[in-house]
DNA sequence: CCGATGCCTTGATTTCGGTCAAAGCCCCCA
DNA sequence: TGGGGGCTTTGACCGAAATCAAGGCATCGG
C-alpha cells in the first residue's frame, strides 16, 4: 500500500496539493505553504469530458486553471467554421490568457481532462507579491512560444505526412508513459480524433487517415483500435517528420 | 530646431536613453534611472543592412537587443532547405531567448535596422533584481505567443489570397505611419521582399506574385515599385483576409 | 550606352491534398 | 441479435498552389 508522497517541504503544505504535479513540476512550485495554503482556499477541482468547453473555467473570463491529467485542445476559428487548433496543453501546464480581459481562444477538452481553478483575482494578486511566480509563467510561455513557432514551421512547409509524423513524434514525446527522452521506441494512446488531428496541422481528416495508413503500412508505426500506436523506431519516424 | 524630449523624470537618464522608444515603450520603461546607467555603460548601438544575419548578436549566444527601427525576421529550417519566417520583430520589440543557451531560431534584419544591444550577463542580472522587467518581458512575450497563435490559424486554414491579404492588414497595422489604429486607409513599403513574404505565408514567391496581381487588379491595394503599397480601404482588403 | 544581376511577373503544366461519395468498424443499447 | 450512430477508411475525381520556364524591369558598374 502506497502512502502519501511526503517530502522535507511538506508541513502546512495543504493535503491537496501534497501529491499534485502542479506543485511540483508547474507553476505552484513557485509558492511557499503560506500561499498554498491561501490559494488551496479558492481553488476547486474539476472532472471534465472530451469534448466540453472550458469557458469562463479556463482560458477566458475569470479563472486560471492547472492541467493535473488529460489533454486539452486550444482552438481559434474563422468566421466560416474553419477550425485551428493552435496548442496542446498536458500536465502540469499552466492555462489562461494573464492581463487580457478576454482572448481569442478556445479550450476544450480533448480526453478526460481534470483540473485546479482558481480565481483569476486570487492568481493575480499573488503574482504582484511573487515574483518567482512570475517567473515560472513567463518559463512557461516562453516555451508555449517555442512551441507555437516549431508548429508554424510544420503547418507552412511540411507536406502532409511529415505533418503526421511530425504530429506523431510530438505526442509520444509528450505522454508516452516511459518518459525517457532517449528512448527508441514508444507506444501511447492518440489523445486527439482524427478530426482533431486534422484541425491541428491544418489538414483534412481523409489526407490524416491516408497517411496515417501509409506510415502503418510502410512499418513506421502499429494501430490498434483507431487510437492505441506503437512506435518501434522513433529515429525512423522522425526521418519521416522532415526535421 | 527641435529639443531633446524632456520629460518629469528624465534626471540622471542616460543622454541615449532619453528619446528611445524602448525606454518609453519598451522593455527599458522597466528601469529607473540608476539601472538604466547601469545598463547603457554596456550597451551598445549598431545599424544593420537587410540581409545580415544577427546571430551573436541578438537571438543566440551571449546578447539581447532592443529593435530601435527597421524590421527583424526570426526565421526556423528544415535540414533540406525549407524555411519558414515565424516572426517578425518591429521597434520597440526586445530581441532574444532568456533562460535558454542557444534558440533553434534564426534573427536577420529584413530592412535597414537599428539596434541597442546588451551582453545577457547584464540584462539577466537586472531581470533577478527587477521583477517589474520581467513583467514586461512577460507581457511582451504573451503577445507574441497570440500572434504566433493567429499565424497557426493563417498558415493552416487560409487560403493563398487571404494569407496574402492578411499579411498586408498585419504590414499597415504595424508601420503604417498613421498610427491610428481605427483608420481607414493605409500607405506603407512593404518590409519583405517576395521571397520573404512567401517564407512567411507558407507559399511560393509566384503565389504571393500572384495574389499581389489579383489584389492590384481588383482594387483592393495599389503597388509602386514593387515596394510601396496604397490600402483605399482597409475594411475591403480585411473581408479578403478570412478573418 | 550596354550588359549583368537581382527581383518580380506571367504563362503552361503538374501534383498534392481537398472534395465528394460510399463502406467498414465498433460500441452501445434496445 | 440486430440496428443505429459516430468515427474511420478507402476510392474516384477535382482544383488550388507548386513547379518549370520565359521574360520584364529596375539598378549598378563598366
Known sequence: M???RQDVHSAGIPVLCQS?????RGVCGALDSDQLVGLAKTSSRHKIEPG??????AETVDSYSNVLSGVVKLTKSLSDGRQQIVGLQFAPDFLGRPFK???AINAEAATNVSLCSFP???????MKESPELEHRLLRQTLNEL?????????LGRKTASEKVASFLLMIA???????DPAARSATFDLPLTR???????????????RQLTRLRTEGVIRIDNNRHVTVDSLARLEQRSGA
Open 173 to 179: 514525446r509528450n505522454i508516452d508513459p516511459t518518459a
Open 195 to 209: 478530426a482533431d488531428i486534422a484541425d491541428f496541422l491544418g489538414l483534412t481528416i481523409e489526407t490524416v487517415s
Open 2 to 4: 502506497m502512502t502519501v
Open 20 to 24: 499534485c504535479e502542479a506543485r511540483h
Open 146 to 154: 517555442d512551441e507555437a513557432r516549431e508548429w508554424m514551421v510544420t
Open 101 to 103: 480581459a478576454e482572448s
Open 120 to 126: 483569476k483575482t486570487a492568481i493575480e494578486r499573488m
Open 52 to 57: 466540453v468547453e472550458l469557458i469562463g473555467d
